[in-house]
T-cell receptor
């Protein structure tokens, strides 16, 4: 089961793109990369997931490297409401292991 | 659409008392999950159900904890007797695709055991 590693914390200026990296060097061919975020005192919120191809939805974009050993979640225009802890998870295998995530602070 | 609904939002009780947390999953979802979150241990899976049947309860800390899902629209997590170390935020989540799909979380129950 693939483990993921993320930086502990990041800052981003309001209005700029926030790029959150995730390493998953041991991910297997059938494991998806899922991203969730947790805003203070709320339940985690599903953001996006992908297998091989880059994905985009109304919340974010997910860029997965060709070798699938890492990925980047992109919030194109970060707002103060995007301040949260972001979790990168490998599905299946570690779908219940949220780890410590990356604490993103969007700065005015 | 209504999301996952948990009740109560906050619970404060004395140690030794029975505590019951409730969860209503999103209609049509066939998997339900109970998590516990603390500063020390982060988010931990306690148990999950698929089609109302418990699949994995290996995360349930001890016999004081029990969970039931009598039907597709309701689940309970019970702690009896409660202890101060049970203080945490308890989240319920549901998923439309067994345990492999995106999970939709409720707002949690903040439990304080005095």
């Amino acid at each position: 089961d693939a483990k993921t590693t993320q930086p502990t914390s990041m800052d981003c200026a309001e209005g700029r793109a926030a790029n959150l990296p995730c390493n998953h060097s041991t991910i297997s061919g059938n494991e998806y990369v899922y991203w969730y975020r947790q805003i203070h005192s709320q339940g985690p919120q599903y953001i996006i997931h992908g297998l091989k191809n880059n994905e985009t939805n109304e919340m974010a974009s997910l860029i997965i490297t060709e070798d699938r050993k890492s990925s980047t979640l992109i919030l194109p225009h970060a707002t103060l409401r995007d301040t949260a802890v972001y979790y990168c998870i490998a599905f299946p295998g570690n779908q219940f292991y949220f780890g410590t995530g990356t604490s993103l602070t969007v700065i005015p | 659409d209504a999301g996952v609904i948990q009740s109560p939002r906050h619970e404060v009780t004395e140690m030794g008392q029975e505590v019951t947390l409730r969860c209503k999953p999103i209609s049509g979802h066939n998997s339900l999950f109970w998590y516990r979150q603390t500063m020390m241990r982060g988010l931990e899976l306690l148990i999950y159900f698929n089609n109302n049947v418990p699949i994995d309860d290996s995360g349930m800390p001890e016999d004081r904890f029990s969970a039931k899902m009598p039907n597709a629209s309701f689940s309970t997590l019970k702690i009896q007797p409660s202890e101060p170390r049970d203080s945490a935020v308890y989240f319920c989540a549901s998923s439309p695709q067994d345990s492999y799909g995106p999970q939709h979380f409720g707002d949690g129950t903040r439990l304080s055991i005095l």
